[in-house]
């Protein structure tokens, strides 16, 4: 079963069809993303997506009248807000568009991004829907108003009962995969239409091409020197931008604040040679990414992971129990 939205993306490589669903994969030097789709009724379809990549181009177009919800569960996107300007979707937010402005540059800061997305097709679903629930009392296009007033997306953070809502259908078992997201797919209509946007909507922070490329010029040298710390001030005069707009923007690529950002890379790069480098001592491993001290490596590596560097060795090293 192949769907009408893949057509239309003819970057996506078709990998296997079965009767219920379609993979699909996008390749590029950055990574690879998967995208598994499953037609829940005509004119409506779920996609998991999953990328483990740090950019694309996209060339996607339609003439189709579509509407478009993603929800991100894990990662962040980078997408452009206005001219020379962008924003972030990132976990837990909503994004809810037209898929009118769907081309050009996108990147995943974090090389990263678990979400899914639910696709109506306004000519078909009119009908469909209609014969799917007797008196449904939510207008599609009414809907579709509401959230689709320009030709940007629309992006809701933290709203309430948007996790319960998603996080169900991250887990839903095969045998009643397709009735399960009929329901889902109900609740979530409901729960828009009633749904009173938030005041401040329009105020959601975007941030220019040059401070976003300072803010990505700090992360590479950080993360490219982890034996040697930065201190936020020296950064900032560094790359001539003032601390507080540093910090702010940092904090929206990158989904943390600088220091926790870089404790975090630092565990995570220190657990990739715990679980690769037998030949390296914990104490070199702690050199490596910064830490004089082991007592204060394994302090934070275990305020990270929830396991002493020796306890993870012993369990994911190369000799490891897993």
């Known amino acids: 079963m192949r769907f009408r939205e893949t057509n239309e993306e ?25 995208m598994t789709m499953y037609q829940v009724f005509p004119g409506v379809s779920i996609s998991y997506n999953d990328y483990h990549m740090e ?138 239409d009633a749904l009173e946007l938030p005041k401040n909507l329009e105020e959601k922070p975007y941030f220019y091409k040059n401070q976003v490329e300072k803010i990505k010029a700090i992360q590479k040298l950080m993360t490219e020197n982890l034996e040697k710390h930065y201190t936020q001030e020296q950064l900032s005069e560094r790359f001539d931008i003032p601390l507080t707009p540093m910090k702010i923007c940092f904090k929206n690529v990158y989904g943390s604040p600088v220091n926790t950002y870089m404790r975090i890379y630092r565990m995570n790069r220190a657990a990739v040679l715990l679980k690769n480098r037998n030949d390296m001592s914990v104490t070199d ?23 002493s560097p020796l306890e993870y060795r012993k369990i994911f090293g190369p000799n490891g129990i897993k």
């Open 10 to 34: 003819e970057q996506m490589l078709l990998l296997a069809e079965t009767k219920e669903c379609s993979v699909f994969q996008m390749k590029n030097n950055t990574g690879e993303g998967i």
């Open 285 to 307: 491993i702690a050199g490596k990414v910064g830490y004089d001290s082991p007592g204060k490596f394994s302090a934070a590596f275990k305020m990270v992971t929830g396991k």
């Open 55 to 192: 950019s694309f181009d996209s060339t996607y177009t339609t003439n189709r009248n579509l509407f478009c919800i993603d929800h991100c569960r894990e990662g962040r996107l980078e997408y452009a807000a206005a001219e020379g300007a962008f924003s972030y979707f990132e976990a837990g937010d909503l994004k809810l568009d037209r898929r009118i402005t769907h081309q050009g540059h996108f990147e995943f800061p974090l090389a990263h991004y678990h979400g899914l997305m639910i696709a109506f097709d306004m000519d078909q679903v009119g009908v469909t829907l209609k014969e799917e629930i007797k008196d449904f009392p939510v207008n599609l296009l009414s809907l579709q108003k509401k959230f689709c007033k320009g030709k940007q997306p629309m992006v809701i953070h933290n709203a309430p009962a948007i996790e319960h809502i998603f996080s169900e259908l991250y887990m839903v078992p095969e045998k009643i995969r397709i009735p399960y997201f009929k329901i889902k797919i109900f609740e979530l209509l409901l729960y828009l």
